[in-house]
């Protein structure tokens, strides 16, 4: 029996149907058939052990964004999680409630110092979890620092819709986040990293994360300057020399710009170089190009001529003219591809721009490359899509076919109303079945509009050890008809070996309906870990601030009752009370679940692992090998030569080839990766230790980094068995400036 959450449309008569549709609904994933793990996977809760920050399976807190770690920790946060500052007004008490205006009201100056400690509660929502010890503790949010453009005021720094990615050292940079909420959705400018060896030495279980951190204390957080402008929904693209390229996001009301009009989109590509990076003097490794005026890009591509705003919409003048062309996506899945160039999809996110007759949806199908020659950006048109641009299709690089594919997604929408209960249900943009491929070696596009079995969006594609890749999570709808079952994509080959395309399959179904804003990261020992997911927007019933406490030997646990968590929309805004038990799903899920792929049932409990690295003399010696924290990590560069040990080999194997693959750590939002980097690594068995009892060798030769297009990063380096299971990942880095780790 298969998961997917049937619906009635409204105005059609339901009486005891409506009523069947709801219990199975409600019911379906705890009515699927158990089927075999080896075939079909397996879930488990994540119920954390009880002396960390979780209360039972409750971590307590939403994750809209999720990050491996190179400790193979996971890093969430959600900063103040699209929730409503109460009280609030909802149907059916309000036959016509007005929409909550969020947290940060711009009229009620929020930044203002003397609400600094009330700012930090509201915002202060972020976790870590050891998958190898089952702990999860909630750790401090950033610190703000004081903004030197406004007297008397700090800069905000709300991680909720933040860009983050990986620095070629682990640590991760958060870009931007949330200004405001109304008079509508804006943009900040401050940008944090988040030191990974620092938070290993931090024993959180006696660290008081409620209370804002005094200075020098345990804090992984270090403020690494401003961007030019305000970002809200951006993308951080890695580069081959180490930076990190910013596309996309809203600007803010950023001093010294014209007021920011509705929906206004940042125009600067923004660079930043950790080579140059310095504490105490943050804006030395930032660089801004604007590239509004920029011949054959989004900012001077002709699309809407004449625009007609939305009626109620601020949109100046100035709003009007840029209407008239396209413009950066809101978190814009851009690749870099092998040639050097950045090639952009155009998925992303529209719906954020959604008005009433989606008048601000850009319709496009066109597409661009970008050339980046040190701070200098050119743009190229790339060849247009065979349909409009959707919002949230996940996206990838597959291995297997050398294309970009794109999965799912919105066509523009205002949205869909659905009846249930006699009322008016807001679903939002419904998702599609779709499958769009990009040809890299051709540059042409392929679409197949019936790839998948049902609609599908906010949804992330995940590419696994195995070359196969496993769709997981997301709905129907962006806040309805949750779908539960991943498909795994098994690559099939023809007698010349030759790729010919995917085998789908099924998996077993979760139990936790995932919707907008849920997350899902490959762990490193090839489970998969899910987390998150909105049905609409949460209420803060209280901002009380903690006492401070001394003497702490277990953390203290988060005030469940301080958010409303039975709310959903009626109109895309406005906000409905559940009616306990008949929706059924929570405006926020706080639970985590992990699905192991069906690889890690092959041959019962064995399993091979990579016993240790060794680099054979090199031209120039380096510290290639590192203990930290009882943790060995291994720095690898371009054109060595290194034998890897294994142990827990199979004794027997079939005509099946092992393989050496690394896959970039997963940096997870919004339903797509924008750091996932799969690289196969050719290797030789060494011949002189043939397998003796399930112990060999293999010879590796790495490949050239620029001319393979590997960004310099952490990384995790698996070892797949001839009969198709991966071993634990072991985590390199790949770096060939950094002289150790």
């Not at 307590?60 to 920790?73: D, N």
């Not at 940008?191 to 005094?214: A, C, G, H, M, Q």
């Not at 625009?307 to 003048?317: E, I, K, R, S, Y």
Request: hydrophobic letters at 35%; aromatic letters at 12%; one cysteine or more.
């Amino acid at each position: 029996m298969h998961s997917k959450r049937y619906f009635i449309q409204k105005n059609k008569e339901c009486n005891a149907m409506q009523f069947l549709v709801i219990v199975t609904s409600l019911f379906a994933p705890f009515l699927a058939v158990k089927s075999d793990s080896s075939i079909y996977g397996s879930w488990e809760p994540v119920i954390p052990r009880s002396d960390g920050g979780a209360v039972g399976q409750s971590l307590g807190m939403q994750t809209v964004h999720s990050v491996l770690l190179p400790s193979g920790k996971v890093l969430m946060t959600s900063g103040s999680s699209w929730r409503n500052l109460g009280p609030v007004e909802f149907y059916p008490d309000f036959p016509n409630p007005k929409a909550g205006r969020g947290i940060w009201n711009k009229d009620q100056d929020p930044f203002h110092n003397s609400k600094l400690d009330e700012y930090y509660q509201l915002v202060n929502n972020a976790g870590v979890y050891d998958p190898k010890e089952n702990t999860f503790y909630r750790i401090s949010h950033p610190t703000p620092v004081d903004d030197p453009l406004v007297k008397d005021h700090f800069a905000p720094n709300d991680l909720f819709c933040t860009g983050h990615q990986h620095l070629p050292d682990g640590n991760i940079l958060f870009a931007g986040g949330t200004q405001y909420y109304y008079p509508y959705r804006t943009g900040h400018r401050a940008t944090y990293i988040f030191d990974w060896k620092k938070e290993l030495n931090i024993t959180w279980s006696t660290v008081d994360w409620r209370l804002i951190p005094e200075p020098l204390a345990e804090n992984p957080w270090i403020f690494s300057g401003f961007m030019e402008r305000g970002r809200w929904y951006t993308s951080l693209v890695p580069l081959l020399d180490g930076r990190l390229a910013l596309f996309g996001g809203y600007v803010g009301f950023d001093v010294g710009y014209p007021e920011m009009y509705q929906f206004e989109t940042n125009s600067l590509v923004e660079f930043f170089d950790p080579s140059l990076f310095e504490t105490n003097n943050t804006q030395a490794a930032w660089t801004a190009v604007d590239v509004k005026a920029s011949p054959n890009g989004p900012f001077t591509s002709l699309i809407n001529q004449p625009f007609q705003p939305t009626p109620g919409v601020n949109c100046d003048d100035r709003c009007k003219l840029d209407n008239q062309y396209d413009v950066f996506k809101l978190y814009p899945e851009n690749y870099l591809l092998d040639d050097g160039r950045i090639f952009m999809t155009r998925e992303g996110d529209w719906v954020s721009m959604r008005t009433s007759d989606t008048a601000h949806m850009r319709r496009t199908n066109r597409t661009y490359f970008v050339t980046i020659k040190e701070t200098k950006i050119t743009f190229k048109p790339g060849p247009s899509r065979l349909d409009e641009a959707t919002s949230y299709g996940t996206s990838f690089l597959d291995p297997n076919s050398q294309s970009i594919m794109i999965l799912g997604g919105q066509p523009t929408s205002s949205g869909t109303f659905l009846y249930q209960q006699k009322e008016n249900y807001y679903a939002g943009g419904r998702g599609s079945r779709k499958l769009e491929q990009f040809h890299l070696s051709s540059e042409h596009w392929t679409i197949d509009r019936n790839f998948l079995d049902e609609d599908r969006t906010m949804h992330s594609a995940l590419i696994l050890p195995t070359r196969q890749v496993l769709i997981i999570n997301g709905a129907n709808y962006d806040f309805y008809g949750p779908i539960f079952y991943p498909i795994l994509l098994t690559p099939r080959y023809n007698d010349q070996n030759a790729f010919i395309g995917y085998r789908k399959q099924r998996m077993n179904v979760g139990v936790q309906p995932r919707l907008y804003h849920n997350t899902a990261i490959l762990l490193p020992d090839g489970r998969i870990w899910i987390s998150g997911g909105n049905s609409a927007r949460a209420t803060v019933r209280n901002t009380i601030i903690p006492q401070q406490q001394t003497n702490i030997t277990q953390q203290p646990k988060p005030n469940l009752d301080s958010v409303d968590l039975d709310m959903y929309f009626i109109d895309d805004g406005p906000l409905g009370r559940h009616q306990k038990g008949m929706l059924g799903v929570p405006t926020e899920i706080w639970a985590a679940e992990i699905f192991s792929p069906p690889y890690l049932f092959i041959d019962g409990n064995r399993r091979a692992s990579i016993r240790d690295i060794q680099l054979l003399t090199p031209p120039k010696a380096y510290n290639y090998k590192s203990v930290i924290h009882e943790k060995t990590y291994y720095l690898l560069k371009s054109n060595k030569n290194y034998n890897i040990i294994l142990d827990g080999l199979p004794m027997r194997c079939g005509k099946s080839i092992a393989s050496l693959v690394m896959i970039k750590l997963p940096s997870n939002t919004h339903g797509w990766d924008g750091g996932q980097k799969f690289v196969e690594l050719p290797y030789t068995v060494v011949p002189s230790n043939a397998i003796n009892n399930g112990t060999g060798q293999i010879h590796l030769r790495t490949p050239n980094a620029q001319t393979a297009n590997i960004p310099p990063a952490f990384y995790m380096l698996f070892y797949v068995d001839c009969k198709g299971k991966p071993s634990e990942a072991q985590m390199v880095r790949f770096d060939d400036r950094a002289q150790e780790l």
